[in-house]
């Protein structure tokens, strides 16, 4: 069964540094990942995902992600924080079922941005 | 292009009442799925619709929920008796194909049961 597991539920960091919000799946077919973030009052928007090919995927707003097979991970990383970057922000696994695609996600991760 | 709309945005009831949320897709998208996330806890997968038919509900709690999507169009989920535990927040999202496609989602109701 596909599960996805975000290490910390809140994630606080200095405007500027480096975010790193953490994302361990499982899966027993190839996954296709996602990270998707939802800012206050507003829907879940997607970041980024990953299918096939680069396991390196670039997103909106700097983000980017790797996906690496061996660990079983897809972190996110950006590597100068914005105060517009506060929001929770949620991995999520997708696998077919009779043709469709339905995700299960992570816990969510809230960033907080401190000045 | 207009994006996902759900309608209301949030709901107060009392335990018994019915409430009905309203799920207008992107134009286009046969592909409809309901989420829920009760407070602490992550997103969840309800069900899905692709144009008017049930595609997969095994996510639905129990049956004092029912969806429909008449027309293949908007969808709405009725929660009859509603009970406290059926408070967070209900997420709609579409897509257009049923491969690993990006799920558009809306803002979500925010119901909360008394």
């Known amino acids: 069964a596909q599960s996805v597991t975000q290490l910390g539920s809140h994630v606080s960091v200095s405007e500027g540094a480096l975010v790193l919000l953490r994302c361990n799946y499982s899966?027993?077919?190839?996954?296709?990942l996602f990270w998707y973030v939802q800012y206050p009052n507003q829907g879940l928007q997607l970041l980024l995902k990953?299918?096939?090919?680069?396991?390196l995927v670039k997103g909106i707003n700097g983000f980017e992600a790797e996906f690496k097979k061996s660990e079983t991970s897809f972190h996110l990383t950006k590597p100068s924080a914005h105060m517009s970057d506060a929001a929770e922000y949620f991995c999520?696994?997708?696998?077919?079922?009779?043709?469709?695609?339905?995700?299960?996600f992570g816990q969510g991760t809230r960033l907080t941005i401190n000045p | 292009e207009a994006g996902v709309t759900q309608f209301p945005s949030h709901s107060v009831i009392e335990k018994g009442q019915t409430v009905t949320l309203r799920c207008d897709p992107i134009?286009?998208?046969?592909?409809l799925y309901w989420y829920r996330r009760v407070m602490g806890k992550e997103i969840k997968f309800l069900l899905h619709?692709?144009?008017?038919?049930?595609?997969?509900e095994s996510g639905m709690p129990n049956n004092r929920f029912l969806a429909e999507r008449t027309g293949g169009t908007y969808s709405t989920l009725k929660v009859q008796p509603a009970e406290l535990e059926d408070s967070g927040v209900y997420f709609c999202?579409?897509?257009?194909?049923?491969?690993?496609?990006?799920?558009?989602f809306g803002p979500g109701t925010r119901l909360l049961v008394l």
């Open positions: 990953y299918t096939t090919g680069a396991t």
């Open positions: 999520a696994v997708s696998f077919t079922v009779q043709g469709a695609q339905k995700l299960v």
């Open positions: 999202a579409s897509s257009h194909n049923r491969g690993p496609e990006t799920q558009y």
């Open positions: 619709f692709v144009k008017e038919s049930k595609q997969d």
């Open positions: 134009s286009g998208h046969d592909n």
């Open positions: 899966s027993s077919v190839p996954p296709y």
